[in-house]
């Protein structure tokens, strides 16, 4: 039997059947990925083929096929292994806010930079809209018009309120998408307001730290009527960046990356040569300030 997989526990990982039948399965004797330490030898999105056992109906994954793409980071304490996120996406969202717990710029880039080193489309949900006030509407918009200038779709939701959620739901269609983001973003929050009868649990945001409480604890692909697949997963604190060199950063940056061939120099880093056009760009706004700052920041991070 052939499948995706929708849920994976550590030690039971759920199938899905093209018919739409799950199967508990376990992995087969030891896979490794080539060149990849990963504490996942099998991501969310793998398609994978199954030997049923007819005693008990459980089933053994014995071939985990190539993936179109995926999507990796660092887990935190273990400093080069690597956590893949999940596997042949169609697209990946992060749900961010400007409320509680609130997304820096910092990490909204260092997620930009991952997914769209690995190939994958990616745009930003700015959730909680019914907690802004005029200032944080302000900034959001400030902040939508940096990252729809650079290649990103943004949108402002209320998963609360429901504002925006039909128009979600319809980038969703017929796709297999990622939800990330920061606990207590509201990931889950915007799943039931797409579907409402999936009645997942959503958390409270701590009084004390203003930040989520790790609802969900397992990353998991749900099938929406709509024929979209969305993968929920745990909030994360940290977006780890790995497998990047430092000449790859740029390209990362879509507002940057169209600049490159002007640069003087071919090996420019975009810091102090003289004919950078990266440089330029921030005088004439083609580069934002804070998307620089988080370029120099990205590139401090590496060894
Ligand atoms: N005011 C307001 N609260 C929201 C909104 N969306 C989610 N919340 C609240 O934010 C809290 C966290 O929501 P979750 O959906 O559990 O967040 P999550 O991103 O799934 O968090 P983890 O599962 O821990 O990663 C809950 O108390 C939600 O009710 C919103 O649009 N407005
Ligand atoms: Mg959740
Ligand atoms: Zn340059």
Same mark, same amino acid.
Request: aromatic share 8%; hydrophobic share 40%.
């Given at each position: 039997m052939k499948g995706v997989v929708t849920k994976s526990t550590g030690s039971w990982i759920t199938v899905r059947a093209e018919d739409g039948t799950r199967t508990e399965c376990r992995l087969k004797g030891q896979f490794r990925i080539r060149g990849l330490r990963s504490t996942n030898p099998v991501a969310i999105g793998d398609r994978v083929e199954v030997e049923l056992q007819p005693k008990d109906g459980t089933g053994l994954i014995k071939k985990i096929f190539e993936r179109d793409n995926y999507i990796v980071r660092k887990s935190i304490n273990l400093s080069r292994v690597t956590q $893949? *996120? &999940? &596997?042949? *996406?169609d697209h990946a969202f992060l749900i961010a806010t400007l409320a509680r717990p609130r997304t820096s710029t910092g990490f909204i880039d260092r997620f930009l930079v991952t997914a769209t080193g690995y190939y994958i489309p990616a745009s930003l949900i700015f959730n909680k $809209?019914? *907690?802004?006030d005029e200032t944080l509407t302000a900034y959001e918009q400030e902040l939508k018009e940096i990252y729809e200038a650079a290649g990103y779709p943004c949108h402002s939701v209320s998963a609360l309120r429901g504002d925006g959620v039909d128009r979600i739901s319809d980038l969703l269609k017929g796709k297999t998408s990622l939800f990330s983001g +920061?606990? %207590? &973003?509201g990931k889950t929050a915007l799943i039931n307001a797409i579907?409402?009868?999936?009645n997942l649990r959503v958390g409270k945001i701590s009084e004390? +730290? *203003?930040? %989520?409480? +790790?609802?969900?604890?397992f990353a998991e692909m749900f099938e929406l009527t709509n024929g979209g697949f969305i993968i929920d997963t745990p909030g994360i604190k940290e977006f780890g960046l790995i497998d990047f060199e430092q000449h790859e950063i740029p390209r990362c940056f879509p507002e940057m990356d169209r600049l490159l061939p002007f640069c003087k120099y071919k090996n420019c880093t975009h810091i102090h040569e003289p004919g950078c056009a990266v440089k330029d760009g921030l005088l004439t706004g083609k580069v934002s300030r804070m998307r620089y700052n988080s370029y120099l920041s990205i590139l401090n991070d590496k060894p």
């Open positions: $893949i *996120l &999940a &596997a042949n *996406l $809209i019914d *907690l802004y +920061h606990s %207590g &973003a579907q409402p009868d999936f004390v +730290h *203003l930040k %989520g409480r +790790h609802t969900t604890t």
